[in-house]
């Protein structure tokens, strides 16, 4: 007998005690009668795990009435621990199973149905106002093109615009027309993503838990839409720390015995979160006097943007004070006391 079976299994071994544990192994179609066909076949009781993707929001509502445990994989987490040279989807199905039966599957929070909805029409706004901001930029290059002398704070006001229009001489007819067209476009989507924030505003889950969190100073109906949606149940983050990694305002750390590396901001993060939370913080000064002074602390030590990042920080803290408190933003008053 060989070395290599001498002390346990061959290959062909392993393969059928492997092979006796499935009940069957085949590809679905991602359609929902397919998936039902396939659900009616499969004994009870079942479990069913998947990795999260694109396509993952509907196939977890569909399946998970049918299941008695469901679980999303996280893809960055399983495949730190899955990873191997060679990989298929037959190969990922079979990593996911072992994981999954040996209770050792990165899970994947999964909102419910009506949050991932809004958020949804919340992420689809995020891209009408890019795209807003794309066609100001372009009227700007097509004046700048065309050597048009403007006022870039006015250039978007339309009586300023209709009046540049109409008297500028360098604007010939070719160059009106792509403006007008410009401009059209820029109205149209301004209407579209007001319409879309009033949609979300009126939603009756959201209406009171925004107005708790629009108590904040600095925090408008964008800020604290997007809070609620992206993060959705607040109560998953035990501490202030995981909520600032969540929200990608921290950097990774790297450390080998003594020595101890941060790198800059982690690429593993909600986005639009940390997009949001940004903007707002370099607003927050103006409204708030402690987050000025915390600005002015941390821009005292040389890096405006990492005074920036301290305030978003302080954003995170008191977003989950006042959603996990559920009340309204109330600054904590310091007391000194005297020695007699």
Sequence with gaps: MKRGKRFGLSAEQKSDVWRRWIHSERSISATRLDLDHWMRKLPQPRSAEMEATMFTGWIYDHVKPHATALK???????????????????????????????DFLPESYMASTAIRERRRTLRYRSLVVRQMVQMKIKTSALLMEAGVSYNKQRLHKAGYFRELLATN????????????????????LGKTESALVRSLERVSLLVERVERLMSIPSVGPITALTWALEVGDVQRFSSIKKAVSYCGLCGAEKSSGNTVQRTPLSKQRNKHLQTTLIEAAKMAPRYSPA?????????????????????????????????????DFQIAETRSTIAA
């Design 72 to 102: 999303v994989a996280h893809p960055l987490m399983l495949r730190a621990i899955a990873v191997a040279k060679k990989k298929n989807d037959r190969i990922d199905a079979g990593k996911i199973c072992d994981c999954l039966r040996c």
């Design 291 to 327: 987050l000025a002074m915390l600005y002015d602390k941390e821009k005292q030590k040389g890096n405006a943007n990492r005074a920036t990042l301290a305030v978003a920080r302080k954003l995170v803290a008191y977003l989950v004070a006042v959603d996990r408190g559920q009340r």
């Design 169 to 188: 001489p360098d604007i010939d007819e070719g160059l009106c027309s792509l403006l007008r067209l410009c401009r059209e476009t820029v109205v149209r």
